[in-house]
């Protein structure tokens, strides 16, 4: 977060490759194609999309509201059903419990202890409610370059994926060493290639 | 190359950048020449974050404190550790930003945008598309500012002139460890 309000962190990146010609008709199917989609009343794990920026509810982006001037604006929302080991751990030593109880054995078969954590892997997560998280960006589509809102890597993963799926376009991103392309001539850049670390003492 | 083994490869450059500019800083009290912008104000302060070696060799020195002189920052100099992240304040054309460089990626963190009149409408799409567009040139005009200390940077680094600018950044850090 950051990007509306408050502080931020961020990296750039840089889009490769080129848009169709008629580029907002194509960015707003695409987006609406790859639109977050709500799993609270599913069972499903977890769902990745793309919502507005001012509000991680709309997903219908009205009046193209992920435009900016030249700058596409989105959030990348993810939803997530997690739960903790510690608590599969606990309920699976439960049901192992109640099943000896109930069958007067004394010890639970391993193909059986398999069967049982499962199961309960599955309940619980049906029951655990989807833990979202988003991502801000804004790409600037004149000079092919994008800032995301996280320094956290795993999303910068899911983001490259997401983005690269939904625009068919690959993110690249920017290290001082890849950003020495855009500030250096053909020249300075192979003797870029060539240095090695020196010390200060 | 791919992009893990040129991260690895090359990520001195970030932190040897961030070196020079603490000098470059320190050289005339906070002020940095940009050719055709003329000086602008970089001050470091607060948070530091040096290092030395890689992988389970890697070392690690915090610095922390306002307006501290960083002594134990300079230290790490002497001992050869390098600038890994740094909390600056970059002032340019009455506006000021407050971030944290971390340098090998060149990540931009805790970034305080310069303060603005902000929207008396904030639900009124126009008024919210002209803030969103206010804080994009800001965080732009910041990344331009930083690539182009970054150029001055790099188009010395592969010069013949870096030997020289080398020798009196090794200066630099030799007083520092005396003024320790």
Redesign the interface.
């Known amino acids: 977060m950051?990007?509306?309000k408050g502080?931020?962190?961020?990296?750039?990146f840089s889009v490769e490759g080129n848009l169709p010609e008629n580029i907002w008709d194509f960015i707003a199917d695409r987006i609406t194609t790859f639109s977050f989609r709500d799993i609270d009343d599913t069972y499903e794990e977890d769902s990745l999309g793309w919502v507005s920026?001012?509000n991680m509810f709309d997903t219908e982006f009205d009046?193209a509201?992920y435009a900016?001037?030249n700058?596409v604006?989105l959030l990348m929302r993810l939803d997530e059903r997690k739960i903790s080991s510690v608590i599969v751990k606990k309920f699976v030593a439960k049901e192992e419990e109640r099943i000896k109880k109930e069958k007067e054995i004394p010890k639970i078969p391993r193909s059986m202890r398999v069967e049982i954590k499962e199961r309960i892997e599955s309940e619980l997560m049906r029951k655990a409610p989807p833990m979202p998280s988003v991502f801000d960006l804004?790409w600037?589509l004149e000079n092919s370059t994008l800032?995301f809102f996280s320094?956290n890597k795993k999303a910068q993963a899911l983001l490259e994926d997401l983005f690269k799926e939904t625009f068919g376009l690959n993110i690249?991103?920017?290290?001082?060493?890849?950003?020495?392309e855009?500030?250096?001539d053909e020249n300075?850049m192979d003797?870029?290639v060539k240095?090695t670390?020196?010390?200060?003492? | 190359m791919d992009?893990v083994d040129?991260?690895a490869e090359?990520?001195?450059?970030?932190q040897?950048?961030l070196?020079w500019l603490w000098w470059k800083s320190e050289e005339r009290g906070g002020v940095v020449a940009l050719p055709g912008e003329g000086d602008i104000v970089v001050v470091f302060e607060k948070h530091m974050l040096l290092e030395y070696g890689e992988g389970e060799f890697n070392e690690k020195l915090i610095c922390r404190g306002l307006q501290t002189e960083l002594q134990e920052a300079r230290t790490g100099?002497?001992?050869?550790k390098?600038l890994e992240q740094a909390r600056i304040q970059l002032v340019y054309n009455d506006y000021e930003w407050n971030f944290t460089m971390?340098?090998?990626?060149?990540?931009?963190?805790?970034?305080?945008?310069p303060k603005t009149a902000g929207s008396e409408n904030p639900d009124d799409?126009e008024e919210?598309?002209g803030?969103?567009?206010e804080?994009?040139f800001l965080?732009?005009e910041l990344?331009r500012i930083v690539?182009e200390l970054?150029?001055v940077f790099?188009?010395l680094?592969?010069?013949d002139e870096w030997r020289s600018e080398?020798l009196k950044?090794?200066e630099w850090?030799?007083l520092a460890g005396k003024n320790v």
């Open positions: 950051g990007f509306i502080t931020a962190g961020f990296v750039r920026v001012t009046f509201s900016a001037g700058y604006t804004c600037n800032i320094t690249m991103q920017q290290i001082p060493y890849l950003c020495g855009h500030l250096l300075e003797k870029l240095i670390p020196d010390f200060f003492v | 992009l040129l991260i090359k990520r001195f450059l970030g040897e950048f070196t100099l002497v001992m050869g390098k971390a340098a090998a990626l060149m990540e931009f963190r805790n970034v305080k945008l799409p919210r598309e803030v969103v567009l804080r994009i965080f732009e990344i690539l970054y150029r790099l188009k680094r592969v010069s080398l950044m090794r850090v030799a």
